[in-house]
Protein backbone atom coordinates (compact mmCIF):
# COMPACT_ATOMS: atom_id res chain seq x y z
CA UNK A 1 0.00 0.00 0.00
CA UNK A 2 2.91 2.36 0.74
CA UNK A 3 4.35 2.39 -2.83
CA UNK A 4 1.21 2.41 -4.37
CA UNK A 5 0.26 5.48 -2.64
CA UNK A 6 3.83 7.09 -2.62
CA UNK A 7 3.61 6.64 -6.69
CA UNK A 8 0.34 8.74 -6.89
CA UNK A 9 1.88 11.29 -4.24
CA UNK A 10 5.09 11.87 -6.36
CA UNK A 11 2.92 12.54 -9.43
CA UNK A 12 0.89 14.76 -7.46
CA UNK A 13 3.99 16.68 -6.69
CA UNK A 14 5.95 16.05 -10.20
CA UNK A 15 2.03 17.50 -11.97
CA UNK A 16 1.63 20.42 -9.77
CA UNK A 17 5.37 21.48 -9.82
CA UNK A 18 5.34 20.76 -14.03
CA UNK A 19 8.52 18.90 -13.12
CA UNK A 20 7.88 16.79 -16.35
CA UNK A 21 8.31 18.08 -20.48
CA UNK A 22 5.27 19.64 -21.46
CA UNK A 23 4.66 17.16 -23.94
CA UNK A 24 4.14 14.62 -21.10
CA UNK A 25 2.25 16.88 -19.13
CA UNK A 26 -0.20 17.86 -22.08
CA UNK A 27 -0.56 14.05 -22.49
CA UNK A 28 -1.43 13.15 -19.13
CA UNK A 29 -4.98 11.74 -19.65
CA UNK A 30 -4.31 9.82 -22.76
CA UNK A 31 -0.79 7.90 -20.42
CA UNK A 32 -3.54 6.93 -17.72
CA UNK A 33 -5.81 5.45 -20.41
CA UNK A 34 -2.95 3.25 -21.98
CA UNK A 35 -1.59 2.27 -18.52
CA UNK A 36 -5.11 1.25 -17.53
CA UNK A 37 -5.58 -0.81 -20.94
CA UNK A 38 -2.37 -2.52 -20.17
CA UNK A 39 -3.24 -3.38 -16.62
CA UNK A 40 -6.70 -4.74 -17.66
CA UNK A 41 -4.76 -6.98 -20.47
CA UNK A 42 -2.93 -8.53 -17.73
CA UNK A 43 -5.98 -9.13 -16.01
CA UNK A 44 -7.46 -10.81 -18.62
CA UNK A 45 -4.43 -12.46 -19.27
CA UNK A 46 -4.77 -14.21 -15.45
CA UNK A 47 -8.36 -14.76 -16.21
CA UNK A 48 -7.87 -17.08 -19.47
CA UNK A 49 -4.80 -18.92 -17.59
CA UNK A 50 -7.61 -19.37 -14.88
CA UNK A 51 -9.60 -21.91 -16.42
CA UNK A 52 -11.89 -22.24 -12.98
CA UNK A 53 -12.15 -18.88 -13.04
CA UNK A 54 -13.70 -18.90 -16.55
CA UNK A 55 -16.79 -21.58 -15.52
CA UNK A 56 -17.43 -19.83 -12.76
CA UNK A 57 -18.43 -16.23 -14.39
CA UNK A 58 -22.20 -16.92 -14.33
CA UNK A 59 -21.97 -17.45 -10.29
CA UNK A 60 -19.48 -14.51 -10.18
CA UNK A 61 -22.32 -12.52 -12.17
CA UNK A 62 -24.95 -13.04 -9.66
CA UNK A 63 -22.80 -12.03 -6.93
CA UNK A 64 -21.52 -8.74 -8.77
CA UNK A 65 -24.90 -7.63 -9.27
CA UNK A 66 -26.28 -8.34 -5.64
CA UNK A 67 -23.01 -5.99 -4.49
CA UNK A 68 -24.19 -3.04 -7.07
CA UNK A 69 -27.28 -2.72 -6.24
CA UNK A 70 -26.51 -3.26 -1.97
CA UNK A 71 -23.18 -0.46 -2.28
CA UNK A 72 -25.80 1.75 -4.21
CA UNK A 73 -28.35 1.14 -1.80
CA UNK A 74 -26.12 1.45 1.42
CA UNK A 75 -24.29 4.58 0.02
CA UNK A 76 -28.10 6.57 -1.05
CA UNK A 77 -29.13 5.95 2.73
CA UNK A 78 -25.56 7.52 4.25
CA UNK A 79 -25.14 10.65 2.13
CA UNK A 80 -29.39 11.34 2.83
CA UNK A 81 -28.37 10.71 6.46
CA UNK A 82 -25.35 13.25 6.57
CA UNK A 83 -26.87 15.60 4.69
CA UNK A 84 -30.10 16.00 6.53
CA UNK A 85 -27.75 16.27 9.71
CA UNK A 86 -25.16 18.54 8.22
CA UNK A 87 -26.28 20.44 4.98
CA UNK A 88 -29.85 21.85 5.63
CA UNK A 89 -28.25 25.11 4.35
CA UNK A 90 -26.05 24.72 2.40
CA UNK A 91 -26.17 26.73 -0.56
CA UNK A 92 -24.57 25.09 -3.93
CA UNK A 93 -21.52 26.73 -4.86
CA UNK A 94 -21.50 29.22 -8.34
CA UNK A 95 -20.66 26.46 -10.90
CA UNK A 96 -18.80 29.50 -13.25
CA UNK A 97 -16.39 29.47 -10.40
CA UNK A 98 -15.34 26.25 -11.40
CA UNK A 99 -13.50 24.68 -14.14
CA UNK A 100 -15.88 21.65 -14.79
CA UNK A 101 -16.20 20.46 -18.21
CA UNK A 102 -19.50 18.14 -18.29
CA UNK A 103 -19.21 17.84 -21.98
CA UNK A 104 -15.47 16.80 -22.10
CA UNK A 105 -16.30 13.26 -23.00
CA UNK A 106 -18.86 13.55 -25.80
CA UNK A 107 -18.80 9.83 -26.06
CA UNK A 108 -19.07 8.27 -22.88
CA UNK A 109 -18.99 5.00 -23.59
CA UNK A 110 -15.75 4.70 -25.84
CA UNK A 111 -13.73 4.44 -22.49
CA UNK A 112 -15.96 1.44 -21.61
CA UNK A 113 -15.85 -0.42 -25.12
CA UNK A 114 -11.84 0.54 -25.02
CA UNK A 115 -11.82 -1.23 -20.91
CA UNK A 116 -13.93 -4.35 -22.03
CA UNK A 117 -12.10 -5.22 -25.51
CA UNK A 118 -8.51 -4.78 -23.43
CA UNK A 119 -9.74 -7.27 -21.31
CA UNK A 120 -11.36 -9.47 -23.42
CA UNK A 121 -8.61 -9.12 -25.33
CA UNK A 122 -6.15 -11.11 -22.46
CA UNK A 123 -8.78 -13.39 -21.78
CA UNK A 124 -8.84 -14.36 -25.22
CA UNK A 125 -4.91 -14.20 -25.60
CA UNK A 126 -4.51 -16.13 -21.84
CA UNK A 127 -7.22 -19.21 -23.40
CA UNK A 128 -5.48 -19.94 -26.88
CA UNK A 129 -2.31 -18.25 -26.96
CA UNK A 130 -0.17 -17.61 -23.91
CA UNK A 131 1.41 -20.30 -22.82
CA UNK A 132 0.83 -21.21 -18.76
CA UNK A 133 4.49 -20.58 -17.40
CA UNK A 134 4.16 -16.85 -18.49
CA UNK A 135 1.93 -16.92 -15.14
CA UNK A 136 4.92 -16.63 -13.19
CA UNK A 137 6.13 -13.18 -14.97
CA UNK A 138 2.17 -11.84 -14.74
CA UNK A 139 2.69 -10.47 -10.97
CA UNK A 140 5.63 -8.57 -11.57
CA UNK A 141 4.35 -6.70 -14.77
CA UNK A 142 0.85 -5.81 -13.06
CA UNK A 143 2.92 -3.94 -10.15
CA UNK A 144 4.92 -1.98 -12.27
CA UNK A 145 1.86 -1.21 -14.82
CA UNK A 146 -0.20 -0.51 -11.18
CA UNK A 147 2.85 1.93 -9.93
CA UNK A 148 2.63 3.39 -13.27
CA UNK A 149 -0.91 4.02 -13.27
CA UNK A 150 -0.88 5.68 -9.95
CA UNK A 151 1.88 7.60 -11.04
CA UNK A 152 -0.09 9.18 -14.14
CA UNK A 153 -3.21 9.51 -12.12
CA UNK A 154 -1.10 11.72 -9.60
CA UNK A 155 0.61 13.95 -11.87
CA UNK A 156 -2.96 14.47 -13.91
CA UNK A 157 -4.72 15.36 -10.30
CA UNK A 158 -1.46 17.91 -9.64
CA UNK A 159 -1.89 19.76 -12.65
CA UNK A 160 -5.63 20.02 -12.03
CA UNK A 161 -4.46 21.53 -8.72
CA UNK A 162 -7.62 19.78 -7.10
CA UNK A 163 -6.79 21.12 -3.41
CA UNK A 164 -7.69 24.42 -4.36
CA UNK A 165 -11.62 23.73 -5.19
CA UNK A 166 -11.48 21.35 -2.45
CA UNK A 167 -10.62 24.70 -0.09
CA UNK A 168 -12.73 27.17 -2.15
CA UNK A 169 -15.60 24.98 -1.54
CA UNK A 170 -15.44 24.05 2.00
CA UNK A 171 -15.04 20.95 4.40
CA UNK A 172 -18.51 19.96 3.93
CA UNK A 173 -18.10 19.32 0.33
CA UNK A 174 -16.32 15.64 1.57
CA UNK A 175 -20.04 15.07 2.82
CA UNK A 176 -21.11 13.23 -0.46
CA UNK A 177 -17.51 11.26 -0.59
CA UNK A 178 -17.75 10.13 3.42
CA UNK A 179 -20.98 9.21 3.03
CA UNK A 180 -20.64 6.88 -0.07
CA UNK A 181 -17.29 5.41 1.09
CA UNK A 182 -18.78 4.29 4.41
CA UNK A 183 -22.15 3.05 2.90
CA UNK A 184 -20.33 0.85 0.14
CA UNK A 185 -17.83 -0.49 2.41
CA UNK A 186 -20.20 -1.36 5.08
CA UNK A 187 -22.57 -3.24 2.30
CA UNK A 188 -19.72 -4.97 0.90
CA UNK A 189 -18.86 -6.44 4.19
CA UNK A 190 -22.32 -7.70 4.98
CA UNK A 191 -22.95 -8.92 1.41
CA UNK A 192 -19.68 -10.59 1.30
CA UNK A 193 -19.98 -12.23 4.26
CA UNK A 194 -23.33 -13.56 3.37
CA UNK A 195 -21.29 -15.03 0.60
CA UNK A 196 -18.57 -16.74 3.16
CA UNK A 197 -16.34 -14.08 2.45
CA UNK A 198 -14.33 -12.39 5.06
CA UNK A 199 -15.47 -8.78 6.19
CA UNK A 200 -12.42 -7.41 4.46
CA UNK A 201 -12.82 -8.99 1.09
CA UNK A 202 -16.28 -7.95 1.01
CA UNK A 203 -14.96 -4.19 1.98
CA UNK A 204 -12.23 -4.48 -0.81
CA UNK A 205 -14.69 -5.42 -3.54
CA UNK A 206 -17.00 -2.49 -2.20
CA UNK A 207 -14.07 0.35 -1.97
CA UNK A 208 -13.77 -0.09 -5.86
CA UNK A 209 -16.49 2.91 -5.72
CA UNK A 210 -17.46 2.18 -9.39
CA UNK A 211 -13.72 1.97 -10.53
CA UNK A 212 -13.78 -1.17 -12.30
CA UNK A 213 -11.02 -1.15 -14.23
CA UNK A 214 -8.36 -0.36 -11.10
CA UNK A 215 -10.18 -1.99 -8.54
CA UNK A 216 -10.98 -5.26 -10.41
CA UNK A 217 -6.69 -5.37 -11.48
CA UNK A 218 -6.09 -4.77 -7.68
CA UNK A 219 -8.09 -6.96 -6.03
CA UNK A 220 -6.59 -9.78 -8.77
CA UNK A 221 -3.02 -8.80 -8.11
CA UNK A 222 -3.54 -8.80 -4.09
CA UNK A 223 -5.64 -11.44 -3.96
CA UNK A 224 -7.28 -13.69 -6.41
CA UNK A 225 -8.26 -13.71 -10.13
CA UNK A 226 -11.83 -14.78 -8.58
CA UNK A 227 -12.13 -11.57 -6.06
CA UNK A 228 -11.29 -9.39 -9.05
CA UNK A 229 -13.74 -10.48 -11.72
CA UNK A 230 -16.08 -10.34 -9.11
CA UNK A 231 -14.66 -6.92 -8.26
CA UNK A 232 -14.93 -6.01 -12.11
CA UNK A 233 -18.26 -6.70 -12.43
CA UNK A 234 -19.89 -5.09 -9.76
CA UNK A 235 -18.31 -1.53 -10.22
CA UNK A 236 -19.47 -2.14 -14.47
CA UNK A 237 -22.72 -3.08 -12.98
CA UNK A 238 -22.98 -0.28 -10.47
CA UNK A 239 -22.00 2.31 -13.02
CA UNK A 240 -25.01 0.97 -15.60
CA UNK A 241 -27.57 1.22 -12.87
CA UNK A 242 -26.63 4.58 -12.02
CA UNK A 243 -26.73 6.08 -15.05
CA UNK A 244 -30.55 4.31 -15.53
CA UNK A 245 -31.69 5.67 -12.15
CA UNK A 246 -30.31 8.93 -12.09
CA UNK A 247 -33.08 11.05 -13.78
CA UNK A 248 -35.54 9.12 -11.45
CA UNK A 249 -33.62 9.98 -8.62
CA UNK A 250 -33.53 13.74 -9.46
CA UNK A 251 -35.95 15.76 -7.87
CA UNK A 252 -36.92 13.52 -5.21
CA UNK A 253 -34.24 12.86 -3.49
CA UNK A 254 -31.23 16.17 -1.94
CA UNK A 255 -28.90 17.47 -3.93
CA UNK A 256 -26.13 15.98 -2.64
CA UNK A 257 -27.71 11.86 -2.62
CA UNK A 258 -28.10 12.14 -6.08
CA UNK A 259 -24.32 11.87 -6.56
CA UNK A 260 -24.50 8.68 -4.03
CA UNK A 261 -24.93 6.17 -6.94
CA UNK A 262 -22.25 7.14 -9.05
CA UNK A 263 -19.37 6.71 -6.85
CA UNK A 264 -15.89 7.29 -8.06
CA UNK A 265 -17.53 7.21 -11.58
CA UNK A 266 -19.19 11.03 -11.04
CA UNK A 267 -15.90 12.92 -11.94
CA UNK A 268 -16.36 11.45 -15.64
CA UNK A 269 -18.61 8.84 -17.30
CA UNK A 270 -21.64 9.51 -15.50
CA UNK A 271 -21.11 13.70 -14.69
CA UNK A 272 -22.65 14.75 -17.77
CA UNK A 273 -25.93 12.92 -16.98
CA UNK A 274 -26.15 13.95 -13.13
CA UNK A 275 -25.39 17.64 -14.40
CA UNK A 276 -28.44 17.44 -16.57
CA UNK A 277 -31.22 16.42 -14.59
CA UNK A 278 -29.59 17.99 -11.54
CA UNK A 279 -29.73 21.54 -9.42
CA UNK A 280 -27.74 23.49 -10.41
CA UNK A 281 -23.93 23.76 -9.37
CA UNK A 282 -24.92 19.81 -8.98
CA UNK A 283 -21.65 19.49 -11.33
CA UNK A 284 -19.11 20.74 -9.18
CA UNK A 285 -19.81 17.98 -6.16
CA UNK A 286 -20.10 15.38 -8.19
CA UNK A 287 -16.84 16.27 -9.85
CA UNK A 288 -15.30 16.30 -6.75
CA UNK A 289 -16.91 13.56 -5.13
CA UNK A 290 -15.39 11.66 -7.97
CA UNK A 291 -12.25 12.79 -7.27
CA UNK A 292 -12.14 12.01 -3.85
CA UNK A 293 -13.46 8.68 -3.74
CA UNK A 294 -10.99 7.90 -6.86
CA UNK A 295 -8.02 9.01 -4.39
CA UNK A 296 -9.42 6.85 -1.79
CA UNK A 297 -9.62 3.06 -4.07
CA UNK A 298 -5.80 2.81 -3.99
CA UNK A 299 -5.35 3.37 -0.64
CA UNK A 300 -8.79 1.10 0.57
CA UNK A 301 -8.23 -1.79 -1.29
CA UNK A 302 -4.24 -2.57 -0.04
CA UNK A 303 -5.59 -1.50 3.30
CA UNK A 304 -8.17 -4.56 3.23
CA UNK A 305 -6.28 -6.86 1.84
CA UNK A 306 -2.78 -5.97 3.38
Given at each position: ??????????????????????????NSAKIITVSIMFLLITMGLKLGLDKQTLSNLGQYGLQAFLFAITTIAFSLGAVALLEKVFLKNYKMP????????????????????????????GILLGFTVIPAGVRG?????????????????????????MWKQFAAL???VVIAPLG????????GMIIGKLFGWTFWEGGAVAAGFGWYSLSGVMISEL???????????????REIITIIITPFLAGRIGKFT????????????????????????IAVIAFINGVILSCLVPILIPLFLG
Open positions: MIALLGCMILGVFLGWKRFLPEKILAPEGKFEIKTDSKPHPYKMTFLIFGALFGFLPSLTNWALYFTLLAIGIDLGLKKGHLVALGSVVAHSVALGTVAFLSNVILVAPGGAATMDTTLPIIAAVGPPG
